[in-house]
């Protein structure tokens, strides 16, 4: 058995979960998950178990399970330190020789406690296909407005833009590791896209009627005031003259995650929420316009965070 420990919000759960998957289905066993962390809110941004809103097959782990995987004494609980603090080894990305090793153990019979970030494609794309079925969204969460906006993004060419500000910019720890996208990258991104889709329209290898038709626009973000501010000068305008902020409905987090890939192409932020709205977009003709650099931090941490066919700007 594996028993995945969820951290951090929705993106970063789906992540972890995807990883614990995946890893279950190649070596013959469960994944449970341990959602222990969220019963006490002690960070800036809180966070909750957020899977919820999925038709996830894996249960969750009881305490005596946890706790009789992850016991390990104070030798073990020591060498975890020092692999993880002093080392810096947070498995923060795809690391082979790590996933082979939680193989190896299985093979003899040992469970898992697995717990890290693994945010690449790289974890589970062996099982792309149950990894999609894993994360469909239970649709009588959805009221009517998100029912019908949903159709009219799969009817469209439209093009969701995510613009992650919040603690990006106002916490010092995190705007200091990751940043914000600045206004020149969104202005290329459209720009880059647009000259993208008109490709598409004169290519004989296209496959979706959809892309005959112009784009339109939809925003996505945790900062409104930013947005309308931004995009309503005169270098915005001319590039994007009519977009929809889909924020300004005040949908839910897994609302907007939903409709976000329900549009046929997206430009993503350096964010795990943006990046799996791209990622469960279906549209084998999407365009995933992405940030190269996903965090300040050097050497970069996350080497294999976008999957080849997106492209970085």
């Given at each position: 058995?594996?028993?995945?420990?969820?951290?951090?919000g929705?993106?970063?759960?789906?992540?972890q979960y995807a990883t614990?998957?995946?890893?279950?289905l190649?070596?013959?066993?469960q994944q449970?998950?341990?959602?222990?962390?969220?019963?006490?809110?002690?960070?800036?941004?809180?966070?909750?178990?957020?899977?919820n809103v999925?038709?996830?097959?894996?249960?969750?782990?009881?305490?005596?399970?946890?706790s009789?995987i992850?016991?390990?004494?104070?030798?073990?609980?020591?060498?975890?330190?020092?692999?993880q603090?002093?080392?810096?080894?947070?498995?923060?990305?795809?690391?082979?020789?790590f996933?082979?090793?939680?193989g190896?153990?299985?093979?003899?019979?040992k469970?898992?406690?697995?717990?890290?970030?693994?945010?690449?494609?790289?974890?589970?794309?062996?099982?792309?296909?149950?990894?999609?079925?894993?994360?469909?969204?239970?649709k009588?969460?959805?009221?009517?407005?998100?029912?019908?906006?949903?159709?009219?993004?799969?009817?469209e060419?439209?093009?969701?833009?995510?613009?992650?500000?919040?603690?990006?910019?106002?916490?010092k720890?995190?705007?200091?590791?990751?940043?914000?996208?600045?206004i020149e990258y969104?202005?290329?991104?459209?720009?880059?896209?647009?000259?993208?889709?008109n490709?598409?329209?004169?290519?004989?290898?296209?496959?979706s009627?959809?892309n005959?038709?112009?784009?339109t626009?939809y925003?996505?973000?945790?900062?409104?005031?930013?947005?309308?501010?931004?995009?309503?000068?005169?270098?915005?305008?001319?590039?994007?003259?009519?977009?929809?902020?889909?924020?300004?409905?005040?949908f839910?987090d897994?609302?907007?995650?939903?409709?976000?890939?329900q549009?046929?192409?997206?430009i993503?932020?350096?964010?795990?929420?943006?990046w799996?709205?791209?990622?469960?977009?279906?549209?084998?003709?999407?365009?995933?316009?992405?940030?190269?650099?996903w965090?300040?931090k050097?050497?970069?941490?996350?080497?294999n965070?976008i999957?080849?066919?997106?492209i970085?700007?």
């Amino acid at each position: 058995m594996i028993i995945t420990k969820l951290k951090g919000g929705l993106g970063n759960q789906m992540f972890q979960y995807a990883t614990g998957f995946a890893l279950a289905l190649k070596n013959k066993t469960q994944q449970k998950i341990d959602i222990s962390n969220y019963d006490h809110v002690t960070r800036v941004t809180p966070r909750k178990f957020a899977l919820n809103v999925f038709n996830i097959s894996s249960p969750i782990a009881l305490s005596e399970e946890i706790s009789g995987i992850n016991n390990g004494g104070f030798l073990s609980k020591l060498g975890n330190f020092i692999n993880q603090k002093i080392l810096r080894n947070y498995y923060l990305d795809f690391h082979p020789d790590f996933l082979n090793k939680i193989g190896n153990k299985i093979t003899l019979g040992k469970n898992i406690y697995l717990e890290g970030i693994f945010q690449s494609e790289k974890n589970f794309a062996e099982f792309t296909p149950q990894i999609r079925q894993e994360f469909t969204f239970k649709k009588e969460l959805f009221d009517e407005k998100v029912k019908q906006l949903s159709e009219v993004l799969q009817k469209e060419n439209s093009v969701s833009i995510h613009i992650r500000r919040g603690d990006y910019v106002h916490d010092k720890k995190t705007n200091k590791y990751h940043g914000v996208c600045s206004i020149e990258y969104y202005q290329e991104a459209i720009k880059l896209i647009k000259e993208k889709i008109n490709q598409q329209k004169t290519s004989s290898n296209n496959t979706s009627n959809i892309n005959i038709i112009a784009p339109t626009f939809y925003i996505f973000t945790d900062d409104e005031k930013w947005v309308t501010e931004t995009f309503a000068k005169k270098e915005f305008n001319e590039i994007i003259p009519t977009h929809t902020n889909i924020s300004k409905n005040h949908f839910k987090d897994y609302e907007e995650l939903y409709l976000m890939s329900q549009c046929q192409h997206q430009i993503i932020a350096n964010s795990s929420f943006s990046w799996w709205g791209a990622w469960l977009n279906k549209n084998s003709d999407k365009i995933i316009i992405t940030p190269k650099k996903w965090v300040n931090k050097k050497p970069n941490p996350h080497p294999n965070i976008i999957p080849e066919t997106w492209i970085k700007i």
